[in-house]
């Protein structure tokens, strides 16, 4: 079955850049619509980036948009989410998503069959 396993999170300070690792496994077919979205304390779950695995189109939220940026990697099966001039506003637990089929314009309120478990992310002002 499909297992998604986040790894990368930890504290940096304000300005520096963290990288997370989200590795699938399970799907020897890459057709999904992936990303990322982060839960603060006391707020809703938002969505961060995602992108159709092996496709080009990448969508951003807008609070992130021109610091974050969403990668893969084929021959791993692995997607990536490069975060720089980070913000104590981006502390927050960063989870995986994955679901069949290419990710709408509305990617951000479609659910997601798959998640992984989370990896905390700490900025220090």
């Known amino acids: 079955r499909v297992r998604l396993v986040e790894s990368g999170g930890g504290s940096a300070q304000a300005g520096g850049s963290l990288t997370l690792s989200c590795e699938l496994t399970?799907?020897?077919?890459?057709?999904?619509?992936m990303g990322w979205f982060r839960q603060a304390p006391g707020k809703e779950r938002e969505g961060v980036a995602v992108?159709?695995?092996?496709?080009?189109?990448?969508y951003y939220s807008d609070s992130v948009k021109g610091r974050f940026t969403i990668s893969q990697e084929n021959t791993k099966g692995t997607l990536y989410l490069q975060m720089t001039n980070l913000e104590p506003e981006d502390t927050a637990i960063y989870y995986c998503?994955?679901?069949?089929?290419?990710?709408?314009?509305?990617?951000?309120?479609?659910?997601?069959?798959?998640w992984g478990q989370g990896t905390q992310v700490t900025v220090s002002s």
């Open positions: 992108k159709n695995w092996g496709a080009h189109r990448t």
């Open positions: 399970g799907s020897a077919y890459y057709s999904y619509c």
């Open positions: 998503a994955a679901d069949e089929g290419f990710c709408p314009p509305a990617w951000y309120r479609k659910s997601y069959n798959y």
